[in-house]
């Protein structure tokens, strides 16, 4: 069954240092694969995507994401966080090439930033 | 830009009732989804539609069913509201080169 694994519920990260934020998925055929964001009372904000190409995903506010069709990941990361960062993410996956281009969610990660 | 809109950002409703929600997108998108949030469960796909008059269950489809009469619009009814049913409801949707959420609806049943 196609599934995407958020296997962090809950971090916490101190201002300015690196944050990874895991994701896995499990698909059977070629993944596009995603990551959102959501602040508290807030919709969901798309930060980058990944269709082809470089594995390597440059999104927006200073993320960016590696996609390692080996280990079946597609990981988030920032260099140095900020106290804006924290917020609900949430990792989705796809398949553009079928009919009905349905997208799979992650259960989310809770990021909390200390000062 | 495109913009997805869901009528209502806060319902309650009480038990029993009949409830519409309405999503309506300012493009020529295709396909249109329902989405449940719930903590700790992420968006769960409730149902969606890849064209006026089409509908596909989604993966928690049972309490609620779904209607499209023209493209822009996709409404998600719950025939008979249950307090399980209280939930925030995201509504998208999407064409080949990504998807549009609305701000959604957190409905309280009661």
């Known amino acids: 069954a196609q599934s995407v694994t958020q296997p962090d519920i809950h971090i916490t990260v101190s201002e300015g240092a690196s944050l990874e934020l895991r994701c896995n998925y499990s698909?059977?055929?070629?993944?596009?694969l995603f990551w959102y964001v959501q602040s508290p009372g807030q919709g969901l904000q798309l930060l980058l995507k990944?269709?082809?190409?470089?594995?390597l995903v440059q999104g927006i506010k200073g993320f960016e994401a590696e996609f390692k069709r080996s280990q079946s990941s597609f990981n988030l990361r920032k260099p140095s966080v900020h106290w804006s960062d924290a917020a609900e993410y949430f990792c989705?996956?796809?398949?553009?090439?079928?009919?009905?281009?349905?997208?799979?969610f992650g259960t989310g990660t809770l990021l909390a930033v200390q000062p | 830009d495109v913009k997805v809109t869901q009528s209502s950002r806060y319902l309650v409703k009480r038990t029993g009732e009949k409830v519409f929600l309405e999503c309506v997108q300012d493009?020529?998108?295709?396909?249109m989804f329902w989405y449940r949030q719930d903590p700790g469960l992420g968006l769960r796909l409730i149902y969606f539609?890849?064209?006026?008059?089409?509908?596909e269950k989604g993966d928690i489809p049972e309490g609620y069913s779904v209607s499209r009469e023209k493209k822009e619009r996709f409404s998600l009814i719950l025939e008979s509201a249950s307090t399980n049913q209280t939930s925030m409801y995201l509504c998208?949707?999407?064409?080949?080169?990504?998807?549009?959420f609305g701000s959604g609806t957190r409905l309280t049943v009661v």
């Open positions: 998208a949707s999407s064409t080949k080169t990504g998807y549009t």
């Open positions: 698909y059977g055929a070629t993944p596009y």
């Open positions: 990944y269709f082809s190409g470089d594995t």
């Open positions: 989705a996956v796809t398949n553009y090439g079928g009919a009905t281009n349905k997208l799979i």
């Open positions: 493009m020529d998108h295709e396909n």
């Open positions: 539609s890849y064209d006026v008059k089409m509908k």
